[in-house]
């Protein structure tokens, strides 16, 4: 069974640099088949799609956080990570990694982890 | 506000049946891009409920069933269950912001 797994600070400075990682176990992130996706929910409100990456390294981001977001892929360590620059109080939420299935007018996400929260506050 | 609609709430009897509505555009749904479902219970993360528009994943009870039509797409939820209290959130793909869009959720409470 496929299983996702955030990691990463629970407490993040304004105007610094939100790092997540995410381990993904029971299955290869190498899988010429999916993407690996971030997607965030602030407290009490809808969820949001950050940004996703082929195990080649190619990603693709939301126009919305673009200049302030990279995602990369390591696939020896069967993970994928993510960095926010210039973070604000608006940034806090719960940080979600998921499989993303894109392919033709499919596009979504059906493995997800079980969510980190961060906390942006001095 | 969300590139795609849904109603901030619905309710229903144990039992019965109610249905949740998600609006696009000529970008995304009218657009050809296929419509995805996610339950999120309280605490929890997101799960996929109905992918392609109409597909359930395995395990995923037929009591819920998707469709689209058009700019729009809905999902039923037939003999309804105190544990189908969650917030359900549409998915898609639009073209012109070149992004995964989710509708702002809705949630359902259970008489």
């Known amino acids: 069974q496929l299983q996702l797994q955030e990691s990463g600070p629970g407490l993040v400075k304004p105007s610094e640099t939100l790092s997540l990682t995410c381990t993904v176990s029971g299955g290869s992130i190498s899988s010429n088949t999916y993407y690996w996706g971030w997607i965030r929910q602030p407290p009490g409100k809808g969820l949001e799609w950050i940004g996703s990456?082929?195990?080649?390294?190619?990603?693709y981001y939301n126009p919305s956080l673009k200049s302030r977001v990279t995602i990369s892929v390591d696939t020896s360590k069967n993970q994928f990570s993510l960095r926010l620059s210039s973070a604000t109080a608006a940034d806090t939420a719960v940080y979600y990694c998921?499989?993303?299935?894109?392919?033709?007018?499919?596009?979504?996400?059906?493995?997800w982890g079980q969510g980190t929260l961060v906390t942006v506050s001095s | 506000q969300s590139v795609l609609t849904q109603p901030p709430s619905v309710s229903g009897a144990p039992g019965q049946r109610v249905t949740i509505s998600c609006t696009g555009s000529?970008?995304?749904?009218?657009?050809?891009?296929?419509v995805h479902w996610y339950q999120q219970l309280p605490g929890t993360a997101p799960k996929l409920l109905i992918y392609g528009n109409s597909d359930r994943p395995s395990g995923v009870p037929d009591r819920f069933s998707g469709s689209k039509s058009g700019t729009s797409a809905s999902l039923a939820i037939s003999g309804l269950q105190a544990g189908d209290e969650a917030d359900y959130y549409c998915?898609?793909?639009?073209?012109?912001?070149?992004?995964?869009?989710f509708g702002g959720g809705t949630k359902l409470t259970v008489l």
């Open positions: 990456i082929y195990y080649s390294g190619s990603a």
């Open positions: 000529g970008s995304n749904i009218g657009a050809g891009y296929d």
């Open positions: 998915q898609s793909y639009d073209s012109s912001l070149s992004a995964s869009v």
């Open positions: 998921a499989r993303h299935h894109w392919s033709g007018s499919y596009c979504y996400f059906d493995y």
